[in-house]
């Protein structure tokens, strides 16, 4: 399940064995949709992927996942670097490929080395804001 800082949910079974279900799929673009603009882009589903395994790794496949920030348009990510929130001017959220995540019970400084240990994408580690960012692009860490 995933729980979103504006208090949504959703619990959704977006993929069968290899078989990926557009329509939640879809749910997910929604969902995780730029909340500042209302814009929505196609998540790259290795994303969802990596939050599955994630999970598993953590030994809470059935887990809740709260969702700090998922797509965010040119317009949000300069928003937020024009007001010093240290956003990458190429983030990898602006191409629906990042979502920044905390997972209740489990301390971030946890979630950091275990999604680092998968060698799956780029890492971040917020420990002043409490936050992971995870993303599907080049295996990075900062």
Known sequence: MY????GERIDVVYRIGDNYLPNAVGELNRFLRDHRTGDERDYDVKEFDLLHELMARLGHPDGEIDIVCGYRTPWSNN?????????????QHMEAKAIDIRIPGVSTARVRDTALAMQLGGVGYYAASDFVHVDVGRVRSW
């Open 79 to 91: 928003w937020l670097r024009q007001r010093g929130h240290g956003v990458a001017l190429h983030s």
């Open 3 to 6: 729980h979103l800082h504006t």
